[in-house]
């Protein structure tokens, strides 16, 4: 499927740093390394005749022209990261120590790496699996150290312990269903086709419904911070943060524009949207910022409708409710009702909870934190942390095949209790193990694994 010859890559980002890491695999990677590395007294090092797992000190040499002082990393396979022969140079962090280095490597013999074919060979040579294979780049990109511990549980395979009983039943299954079809004549020892579908259905589930709370955790989610002027959003924003970010005054329509910035929301990585106020202006650059607030509510993850508590609701307050409540069905995300200003005599709540009916409803004081801790929770539980289902960091392609396990599991669930044959049963049961093989990688194709790998970045 691959060439199979040895190659290299720098393997750490492009920059300035202490340390940089030039990485070779394959076949000839400790020849390519005696052929570039000497030791401090000048002498070769026999790569041959030393042990795995061992660090040398020398310097990378040009035809005898020091390059840069190194430590180099010597492995032998198949312990190693793709199973093969790896050599690891840890040299100086800058981007032309490290060039040089790479370009002596390439001309000893190794070909540049493409995207992704460290990890790709990992896969070929069963040092993961396909799902494994896929996890590094969720640890690579975590956010928050739940997303990060989700991910790497899943580079220990956890996903695919969690989709092997509906692997292992649907291939029982499908033994029996065919063995019955080619050996009609003969005794089969029976199978309980209910118990078998059953089975595969409820794993698959369990897994479906962790992908959407692990959407979150993965991609993370954005809060639009939405009301009319000087109801406290800023104030609300620099809470939540813990520093004063927003401007702040008494006077109305401070915020002109959306203002973003990054929090941590119950182990999920979200994105807070501090919006103009939403109202009907005859200013150009604050139509500008309205117009942008609507835009951001329309994206939004989720909306925190903030709400000046010590006011009875007014028209603007009741526009913006009215805004929310006509919104389109695939733009209705989940409310959060943040009723500000406790910290003064509050108005009755009949009035602001009939605003939205259906909305969380929270209270807090912006300016001296009463009520922070209960809206991040809230905020929380709205967006999917924390709700007692296992989450499941399922990328698209993943989640496409998935779908379409689940979906001719409950046709074979339906067929049979119809009383159809079981060759057509068996139809479906084998879909739903050729959809499952294609996350774990027993069932996929050139094309798909190039895809999947050229999301990575060269060198890993």
């Given amino acids: ?261 990054s929090i941590n929301i119950g182990g999920i990585a979200a994105t807070l949207l501090d919006t103009a106020g939403i109202v009907e202006t005859d200013d150009p650059v604050e139509r500008i910022g309205v117009e942008r607030s609507r835009h951001a509510l329309a994206t939004a993850a989720m909306v925190a409708f903030v709400i000046d508590g010590s006011q009875e609701p007014g028209a603007d307050d009741l526009e913006i409710a009215q805004v929310l409540a006509d919104r389109p069905a695939d733009q209705r995300t989940p409310v959060v009702c943040v009723v500000n200003k406790r910290d003064l005599p509050q108005v009755s709540q009949t009035a602001i909870q009939s605003l939205l009916p259906d909305a969380v409803v929270v209270h807090v004081s912006a300016s001296t934190g009463e009520g922070i801790g209960e809206s991040e929770a809230a905020f929380a539980e709205v967006l999917g942390a924390g709700t007692g289902v296992q989450p499941s960091l399922v990328n698209a392609r993943q989640r496409a095949a998935l779908d379409r396990a689940y979906a001719h599991v409950t046709d074979a669930i339906q067929a049979h209790e119809a009383g159809m044959p079981q060759d057509l049963l068996a139809t479906s049961v084998r879909a739903a193990l050729h959809a499952v093989g294609e996350v774990t990688g027993e069932n996929v194709d050139e094309a798909v694994l190039t895809e999947i790998f050229s999301t990575f970045c060269i060198g890993k």
């Fill in 1 to 261: 499927m691959i060439d199979t010859g040895t190659i290299a890559a720098i393997a750490t980002p492009i920059g300035e740093g202490g340390i940089g890491v030039v990485r070779i695999s394959g076949k000839d990677a400790a020849e390519i390394a005696q052929r570039i590395f000497r030791k401090p007294s000048g002498s070769q090092v026999d790569l041959s005749r030393v042990g795995s797992h061992t660090l040398h000190y020398g310097n990378i040499v040009d035809h005898d022209r020091p390059v840069d002082d190194v430590l180099l990393a010597w492995m032998k396979g198949p312990h190693t990261y793709t199973r093969e022969d790896t050599v690891e140079i840890s040299c100086h962090g800058g981007p032309l120590p490290l060039r040089e280095v790479l370009r002596v490597t390439l001309a000893a013999g190794a070909r540049p790496a493409e995207r992704g074919e460290f990890t790709l060979r990992a896969f070929l040579n069963g040092r993961l699996d396909l799902t494994q294979a896929e996890a590094v780049l969720n640890v690579i990109g975590a956010q928050t150290p739940e997303s990060l511990r989700l991910a790497v549980d899943d580079l220990a395979g956890e996903l695919s312990r969690r989709l092997a009983p509906a692997s292992t039943a649907l291939v029982r299954l499908l033994a029996y269903l065919d063995a019955s079809a080619d050996f009609p004549d003969d005794e089969i020892e029976t199978s309980d086709i209910d118990d078998g579908l059953s089975t595969a259905e409820a794993a698959l589930a369990e897994v479906i419904t962790g992908a959407n709370a692990g959407m979150r955790y993965r991609d993370g989610a954005t809060i639009a911070l939405v009301g009319r002027p000087n109801v406290g959003k800023s104030s609300l924003l620099n809470a939540l943060l813990r520093s004063d970010r927003s401007i702040v005054t008494p006077i109305a329509g401070t915020t002109r524009d959306v203002i973003s910035e």
